[in-house]
């Protein structure tokens, strides 16, 4: 078992955000590639998700997908991989959790198919819709050093949100009527938007939660995440949150 487990949850809080507070001064918010200006050329998109044993929160699976954008999203690339988790989680801090597991799919997929590496990567969790502008998408993206969209699909309440801000988020989400309606996400002092909810199909009642992983602008990512959606949730999500769920349910 880690360390991490002899330490105290206020110890490892303090640890853990000094991290991020650190790690996210390298976030880059803009476009990074060329293809970005047109996301016709944006073929190759990856999924990455983890599903958990329902009979041991620290059994999992997780699934690295890769998908063809402009062939009806044909997977030409999956692993899977069956992981004990070391860490506890600590709400805010999901990443410390998850990522090196996040990382070493990254790591294998470039290793073994570096023809397939994505332009960029979809991952379950958010970015800088977090209290500290770091949450698991940028994490990823920064220490692998590529282009990741975060992807919700439950609302990041922070600490600060009290009943009356989620039941006006509530009512927000009614006025969304049609594919590509949204609304900003802003921080604790309501001066910057960190991220957006999103309306993906127009038979879903509930938007998805979009933010900026890393390497690029949320415009960008809005319009790759509404590309990808067959459903609700981008397909590159979708397909590994279905294989994980699978390989882990066997």
Not at 182 to 208: H, M, W, Y
Request: charge should be negative; hydrophobic fraction near 35%.
């Amino acid at each position: 078992m880690s360390e991490n487990y002899n330490k105290t949850i206020e110890d490892l809080t303090e640890e853990f955000m000094k991290i991020q507070i650190e790690l996210s001064e390298k976030v880059i918010t803009q476009d990074s590639d060329d293809w970005m200006s047109d996301l016709n050329s944006c073929d190759l998109i990856a999924g990455l998700d983890i599903s958990y044993s329902k009979t041991d929160s620290c059994l999992g699976c997780v699934s690295c997908v890769v998908l063809d954008a402009n062939n009806q999203f044909a997977i030409v690339y999956e692993n899977n991989s069956i992981i004990r988790l070391t860490n506890q989680y600590i709400a805010g801090f999901l990443a410390f959790r998850e990522i090196e597991f996040l990382v070493k799919e990254y790591e294998t997929l470039k290793q073994n198919q570096p023809k397939l590496l994505p332009k960029i990567w979809l991952i379950d969790g958010n970015g800088l819709l977090h209290p500290r502008k770091f949450g698991l998408a940028s994490h990823f993206g920064v220490l692998t050093d590529t282009a990741v969209i975060g992807v919700a699909k439950n609302p990041y309440y922070m600490s600060f949100v009290d009943q009356s801000v989620k039941d006006e988020h509530k009512r927000r989400i009614l006025s969304l009527q049609k594919i590509g309606d949204q609304f900003d996400i802003k921080n604790s002092s309501g001066d910057e938007v960190i991220g957006v909810a999103l309306k993906t199909r127009n038979d879903c009642k509930n938007p998805v939660y979009v933010s900026i992983g890393h390497k690029v602008s949320l415009e960008t990512a809005i319009q790759v995440v509404l590309k990808c959606c067959l459903y609700r949730v981008p397909e590159p999500i979708r397909r590994a949150d279905i294989i994980s769920r699978q390989q882990i349910n066997k």
